[in-house]
């Protein structure tokens, strides 16, 4: 059974740091690109960012640019998405996502998704 379970969301204050985890099992990690979406009420889920394993590139939002990074442990199956230099409009429900042999482009994109995790909810605010 296929899972991506994402803990570690919260509320924060704004300029504060939050890293997300998503602890995947079921398959195997290592034939996936892996990604962050969001989504706040009322707009559309976004790509953050995500990360290849074609050519370990990386994408990056442009709104996130320089506050988050990106990683993975394929030893470990996880994902994380490190935050630092929160601002309110950061908050949404943020999810984890898998896809097989994607590239960047395809993946945070174009959304062509294996996999999709629950999501946690992230609030910035004081």
């Known amino acids: 059974q296929v899972q991506l379970v994402e803990p570690g969301g919260g509320l924060v204050q704004p300029g504060g740091s939050l890293r997300l985890s998503c602890a995947t099992s079921?398959?195997?990690?290592?034939?996936?690109?892996i990604g962050w979406f969001r989504q706040a009420p009322g707009k559309e889920r976004e790509g953050v960012s995500c990360?290849?394993?074609?050519?370990?590139?990386?994408y990056y939002a442009d709104s996130v640019k320089g506050r988050f990074t990106i990683s993975r442990d394929d030893a470990k199956n996880t994902v994380y998405l490190q935050m630092n230099s929160l601002k309110p409009e950061d908050t949404a429900v943020y999810y984890c996502a898998a896809a097989a042999w994607a590239t960047v482009q395809n993946m945070c994109v174009h959304r062509e998704i294996n996999y999709w995790g629950e999501g946690t909810q992230v609030t910035v605010s004081s």
């Open positions: 079921g398959f195997r990690l290592h034939y996936y690109a």
């Open positions: 990360i290849s394993i074609i050519d370990g590139s990386k």
